[in-house]
């Protein structure tokens, strides 16, 4: 059966890594812990000592229940628990919502969600009147992994806006919100990170700079011979001019992996030909057969992103925690 394992000192080194910028962490788990398994990652970042977590929505915000805090992307209306936090995505959102713990999203130039500049007075009021509790404000960067102005713009304008709303919250004797803006990308391009910082994929190690907490391994099914000039898999797109020992694996397109045509490697050898719903033909004699074990590598087989495969490994694969490298699972 093949397994995913969850290499536990990795992501601390992560969670190191980014406390040097910024000890207070807003640690996002949202679509299964971007595939890696929502339950065995939480597990670790609690004993990590992480307190506020982003999820989402609410039926991965109940899966997660007993962080201090856990902030809902994308949440419903209604009234919830008093650690759930509901980010408002705009001014419609706000006027419908119930529940009295949000995060305000600031629209500051990715035009995805968000109140606009323009509608904040309006929010503030809807704030005032309903009795609301502003825990957090925040934005989000659309360019934070390209070089250019984009970033510091979206900054500069975020700045501005936490600037009205701490005047707000003095005028009106509440609660100062924390703020937080910095995604994965942004982590060593702001001046100032502000009072949290709001990490995905260098959690996992999906970027340069951070360790891959993910390797995927799968369990040889049969092992056989190919002769010189002979093909397999679907419609026999690898053809051997050699004579050679192949090895099939139990992983396919159903978990997850994206669909090849003509082969992709692998961390030790290759994969031939076509990938089958549920099994790869590799090259070569094994046991065991590790597909990655560093995502950054892996997607260059592919024209997408580390997201993209992680976020889709599927849920059913079995999820072993790993102390270091070298084994020692729980
Ligand atoms: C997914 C997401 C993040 C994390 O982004 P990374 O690029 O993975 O660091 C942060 N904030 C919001 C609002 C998100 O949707």
Redesign the pocket.
Same mark, same amino acid.
């Given at each position: 059966m093949a397994t995913v394992f969850l290499n536990k000192s990795h992501l601390f080194y992560n969670l190191d890594k980014i406390s040097s910028v910024n000890p207070n962490i807003l640690v996002?788990i949202?679509d299964n812990a971007y595939g890696h398994g929502i339950f065995s990652v939480s597990k670790m970042l609690k004993e990590y000592g992480i307190k506020k977590v982003?999820v989402r929505n609410v039926d991965e915000a109940n899966l997660v229940r007993d962080f201090e805090e856990i902030l809902i992307?994308n949440p419903p209306a209604n009234r919830n628990a008093i650690n759930f936090s509901y980010a408002i995505n705009s001014l419609t959102q706000l006027k419908k919502n119930r529940h009295p713990y949000i995060h305000l999203k600031i629209d500051t130039g990715f035009r995805r969600n968000g109140i606009l500049e323009d509608e904040l007075d309006e929010a503030l009021e809807i704030v005032l009147k309903k009795e609301f509790e502003i825990r957090g404000v925040f934005s989000?960067f659309c360019c934070a992994d390209e070089v250019g102005c984009d970033t510091f713009i979206q900054y500069d304008k975020f700045l501005k806006i936490k600037e009205k709303i701490e005047k707000f919250c003095q005028n009106h004797n509440l609660k100062r919100p924390y703020f937080h803006i910095a995604?994965? #990308?942004s982590l060593f391009k702001l001046p100032d990170t502000l009072d949290y910082v709001?990490?995905?994929? #260098?959690i996992y190690g999906g970027i340069e700079g951070f360790k891959p907490v993910m390797s995927l391994v799968a369990d040889v099914v049969s092992v056989r011979e190919l002769d010189s000039k002979e093909g397999c898999g679907y419609n026999k797109t690898f053809m051997s001019d050699e004579k050679i020992k192949i090895s099939t694996i139990d992983i396919g397109y159903a978990d997850g992996i994206p669909y090849f045509k003509n082969g992709c490697k692998l961390k030790d050898t290759v994969a031939l030909g076509k990938i089958s719903m549920d099994y790869m033909i590799v090259k070569g004699e094994f046991k065991k057969v590790v597909v990655f074990d560093d995502i950054k590598e892996f997607v260059k087989n592919f024209d997408t992103i580390t997201?993209d495969i992680l976020v889709k490994i599927s849920p059913r694969i079995k999820r072993r925690i790993i102390e270091s490298n070298n084994g020692n699972s729980t």
């Open positions: 996002v949202k982003c992307f989000h995604n994965s #990308a709001r990490p995905g994929i #260098a997201y």
